[in-house]
């Protein structure tokens, strides 16, 4: 079934040499593969731009830019980072290993090129491809699910893309490491998935919950963790399902951590989180102004709820572009200008 599946694969051959072109195409199409050849680096960049790539095989000395100028644009655009990279070196070349290898090449092949090796190393990176190709399809459903419970109430519509990029941006702002503002982006669509477990009747009730409908209600965080937990490429984002719920004195929930018990990355998506519900229409009051949800924020951060430090420089990305009051549905829409 793999083998099958590979077999389809779509592979790029970029160099200038026609002859050494030629002869890679000639023996992938052999093997049974698709191939779409290049004479130089911004052609092979503008046929990674157009086409769906399962593999590019990169000559490292070409014009219009190198191999390794090819493989690091390749690596650092989030659409193509994912696809394999073979660079193809003279034999032993070892400063040119070094520098594809910064670059993130994913293996080397040599010239001249031996026709096992070409396809031995061909396979097994489409192996590999076919394999992260699923875990996206898996995070894919995950997101989905997590969009389709959004859906069902009118009240939180774009909450949960809006946790996403201010979540982000706070990190940013804090100067996190990339993986945390990865889980933030990944945790602010998700982090409501557990409420798929919630009866509708629950979810969507205007009015106050009963001590047992809360009860219900406060299961989510946990639910939407277990939901969650087989995809080991979310990691970092289970703590932030789990606990974005929690308060500084101990009174939130799962788990009723305190302080710096929480994740930091929970407590960024909670602050913006807070925000975000006070800024935005609910069934039983309209959508505060900035202002008024800063001022009501601070006075539960008095309370010990929330992290005056944090609220301050959310506040600051909020105030970036201008210092006028606007309405939650307004600056959440400015927010859409934050770079991130
Ligand atoms: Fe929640």
Redesign the pocket.
């Known amino acids: 079934m793999l083998e099958q599946s590979i077999a389809k694969a779509k592979i790029l051959v970029a160099d200038d040499v026609e002859a050494y072109r030629e002869l890679l195409k000639d023996l992938l199409e052999e093997a049974g593969f698709e191939v779409v050849c290049a004479v130089d680096g911004a052609q092979a960049l503008e046929v990674m731009r157009k086409e769906p790539i399962d593999l590019a095989l990169l000559d490292v000395m070409m014009p219009r830019r190198t191999g390794f100028s090819v493989c690091r644009t390749i690596k650092s655009d989030p659409k193509t980072c994912l696809t394999p990279v073979v660079l193809v070196t003279g034999l032993d070349n070892l400063d040119d290993r070094i520098q594809g290898i910064e670059c993130g090449a994913d293996d080397f092949l040599s010239k001249p090129t031996n026709k096992q090796e070409l396809l031995a190393r061909t396979r097994s990176l489409l192996k590999l491809k076919k394999f992260t190709d699923e875990l996206e399809n898996a995070a894919t459903v995950l997101t989905s699910l997590a969009l389709s419970v959004e859906a069902k109430d009118p009240y939180t519509e774009g909450h949960c893309a809006r946790l996403s990029k201010y979540s982000v941006a706070l990190a940013k702002k804090l100067a996190r490491p990339k993986e945390e503002q990865e889980a933030l982006r990944i945790g602010g669509i998700l982090?409501?998935i557990g409420?798929v477990a919630v009866p509708e009747q629950i979810l969507l009730k205007p009015g106050p919950l009963t001590p047992q409908e809360r009860k219900i209600m406060e299961e989510?965080?946990v639910k939407g963790e277990y939901i969650c937990s087989p995809l080991k490429s979310i990691k970092l984002v289970l703590p932030i399902i789990r606990h974005?719920?929690e308060k500084l004195d101990g009174s939130g929930y799962p788990d009723g951590l305190k302080g710096d018990q929480i994740p930091l990355t929970a407590r960024i998506l909670t602050t913006v989180?807070v925000y975000d519900a006070l800024s935005t229409d609910r069934p039983y009051r309209k959508a505060l102004s900035t202002k008024d949800a800063f001022a009501l924020i601070r006075e539960e951060v008095k309370r010990g709820w929330w992290e005056g430090h944090l609220i301050d420089e959310f506040e600051k990305i909020l105030m970036r572009k201008d210092n006028r009051s606007v309405s939650g549905r307004e600056s959440a829409s400015r927010i859409e200008g934050v770079a991130i």
Request: charged letters at 40%; a negative charge; glycine letters at 0%.
């Open positions: 982090h409501d409420k989510h965080p974005h719920h989180d």
